[in-house]
């Protein structure tokens, strides 16, 4: 099932047959697998370097409405109620500081239902299409809209979020793959999107390699 919005009345909209997944791309990963698991450079499209994933730190943030909050907090693999058993990340760049940053992130719960996790995050999105994100004095406006996206698991959320902040608009385009026990995204920002196209191929290439890490 592929789960998707639309602009600008957001809706939820679905289709009865699933793409072909990559086999075993499901079975739940250990740290090792999901490392594996993660796209490298030569996955990437032409013209794309390596770069240094961000750890993870402490959101202080904050969302209005509040009600919106749960959006975030759902995507937060660090958080208590969507802790990922095992995850890792790989980022990559594309034009220097001024171009498009790219982070993929393989997440691996205990729990094998994370289809409803993504199709969860996508009845959220009907009623937060626009948000403000709070982080001290700073408040940054945002919409979402939905992307057409094929199904690569149980479930895929694609969305793009439109975000202004001291007059500049960053465009972030973000696809969430949940099959078995793993969940994938994948995340560009910039100031103009990532190709569709390119998008679709790097997603297409990260579940196969997690399909071939959890045979590892």
Known sequence: MTVGTESPAVKVAETTKAAPKPKGAGDKLNAK???????AVG???TGWAAAEAE???DDTSTVEP?????????????GKKTKAKTKAKAS????GMLGVQFEEEVASFDDDNQGDKVEGLAK??????KMTVVDGADR???TMTGLSFPNLGDQTLAFRAKAKSEGIEVVIDAVFVAVGHNVVSFTAAGLTP??????EKVARAGMSKVAAAAKS
């Open 43 to 45: 996955d990437m499209p």
């Open 140 to 142: 940054m406006p945002m």
């Open 66 to 78: 509040a009600s919106c909050q749960k959006l975030f907090d759902n995507m937060d693999t660090s």
């Open 124 to 129: 959220v999105l009907t009623q937060c299409s």
């Open 92 to 95: 990559f760049t594309q034009g």
């Open 194 to 199: 990532m190709p569709g196209d390119d998008m």
């Open 33 to 39: 697998q999901v490392k594996a698991a993660l796209l």
């Open 55 to 57: 750890p993870d730190k």
